[in-house]
């Protein structure tokens, strides 16, 4: 029997000709080139931080080629940094409209209306830019901060997750995983995740206060009050710190200390109402219920939709033997979702 002999074959394919319609662009390619070139440029002078010099190279790369998509993107984050927002938004509108498909633009044209108006933008926006190609950690974490807002936890935590996925030292992913857990009654998982977020930033004050929030909702007043001290010694400005450092030891019979925090927190912030209301609850625990009074009353001026402070004021007029107007703000601070006040109302009804 012969052998088959294989020999292998060699395929020219035909080259077609290019017609005279179809020569070669030289000009649009050295265009093309020019304007690579003075991108890199533009790029090298912002990492300089020299934005002056990067908008001149920038305008020459559009000047040359107007649909260069990425010179908008850079223009826009430049006029972002200048807090030029309305020229950035217009500079990423002009990116998408040369590049409709950009993931980048798509994302920072809707990250900037985030910073302008959150009610402006939708996960939608940021999943656009994740279905382009641009699934950078940031762009889940703004698509959990809206769903966050919006009440969709779950969602939030999923998209937080991603975020902590790509960046594990994402302290900011981590805090806000953490008050999407609070929020769905995780209260230990919370506490979790805002210890990482410590972890990788110990200058992230909300975690401290929001953690020792947490500790205060399980019963863990005196773990809450050593939060709120070290979310103090990380930031003595902050008002939310003090107030709630003197909800911590109100709860713990540290009446005096409690009126001092309470005092710091008005002196740093004498429009909050939430402070005067609690100033008020430091008037009546001593007995001082017109000092009390004067309080409660500032802060439904400031706030009328405060519930908390109906409640106590109406706590405050019962001491004073003043039951119908009791019922009064007790009635209120129901409507207002206080629920402690429909037992107090079931004294009116006696």
Sequence with gaps: MGRWILIS??????????????????????????????YNSAVEAINRQDYYGALFYLDSVLSL?????????????????KERK????????????????NGEAAFFEAYVRFTMDTSSVNSDDFTEAIKNRYALPHVYYYRGVLSLLDKRYNDAIADFTLAIDQKANYAKAYHDRGTAKRLLGDYQGAIYDYRLAITYDPELIMSYINMGSTKKKIGDFQGAEQDFTVAINVDSTNFVAYNNR?????????????????????????????VMSNLGNIAAKSGDYEAALDWYNQS????????L???????TLEMLGMLTEACSDWQRASELGIEEADEYLKECKE
């Design 9 to 38: 074959l060699i395929v020219l394919f035909p080259i077609r000709a290019i017609s005279q319609n179809e020569q070669f662009d030289y000009e649009g390619y050295k265009y093309q080139r020019i304007a690579e070139r003075l």
């Design 65 to 81: 080629k107007p649909d260069f998509a990425e010179a908008f993107i850079e223009r826009g984050k430049i006029y972002y940094t």
């Design 86 to 101: 309305e020229d950035a938004l217009n500079e990423f509108h002009q990116a998408l409209y040369a590049d409709p498909d």
């Design 246 to 274: 003197g909800g911590a030891r109100y709860i713990l019979g540290k009446i005096e200390e409690a009126k001092a925090d309470f005092q710091k927190a008005y002196d740093l912030n004498p429009i909050s109402y939430t």
């Design 300 to 307: 439904l001026e400031t706030n009328p939709e405060y519930g």
């Design 309 to 315: 402070a109906y409640l106590n004021r109406g706590l």
